[in-house]
């Protein structure tokens, strides 16, 4: 049984955390059951924080864990953060297979998608 | 004279920061001239900050110019603090049109940007 938990930042507007929300059900939409889960995290300032999120897929039987970080580059959320925490789960979980992937702004396509949006003003 | 100033969050690594110069040489390889300036900044962090980054761009002759928010969510740094600097701006350059885009986050695309980045682990 996998899962993948989309890891986003957090703000401290609800309207922001929604759209982490949002975003999780239109990836379920096209994910064609790649994942037995899909599930969204906050790394600050929202709940739930990225080691409750392991806690839940895992209590759903969760025994492969991709975590995706939804940064847009490799600051130290995503080169320290997200490391430690996932060290701090695979000492809890030694049974579980954890990866992170590459983050979102690694993606070849993101310069292409900025002149899109930009042209739409 | 148009201008495209891509706006990043800005990190206290370098290597962070260098993602967002790549990424604007990435955007201008393929802009096909649409602007006749593409910049960077940063909003905290890192420089030039925004304002430094415009004045630069109405040095260079800029008339009008896209601030392109290089941010996944619409926290406060997109609702609040971008809109303040393009005000102070506007008021120190009545004659000079300025446009803030979509943030990359809204992008139809993302959700399965996310699940083939996932894939690949």
């Known amino acids: 049984m996998n899962a993948l938990i989309i890891l986003a930042h957090g703000s401290r507007r609800a309207e922001s955390n929604q759209e982490v929300v949002s975003l999780t059900e239109a ?3 096209i994910s064609n059951q790649e994942y037995s889960i ?3 995290a906050y790394l600050e300032l929202a709940e739930p924080g990225l080691l409750q999120s392991i ?3 895992i209590v759903q039987g969760a025994l492969n864990i991709t975590v995706f970080p939804y940064f847009l580059n ?3 959320h995503v080169k320290r953060d997200i490391p430690a925490i996932i ?3 695979s000492v809890k979980y030694p049974d579980c297979d954890f990866n992170v992937s590459t983050f979102i702004g690694m993606h070849r396509d993101i310069p292409g998608l ?3 949006l930009a042209r739409m003003k």
Do not use: H, K, P, Q
């Open 27 to 29: 990836v379920n939409a």
């Open 38 to 40: 899909i599930e969204y």
């Open 55 to 57: 806690d839940n897929v």
């Open 74 to 76: 490799s600051g130290n």
């Open 87 to 89: 060290e701090t789960a």
């Open 114 to 116: 900025i002149l899109e």
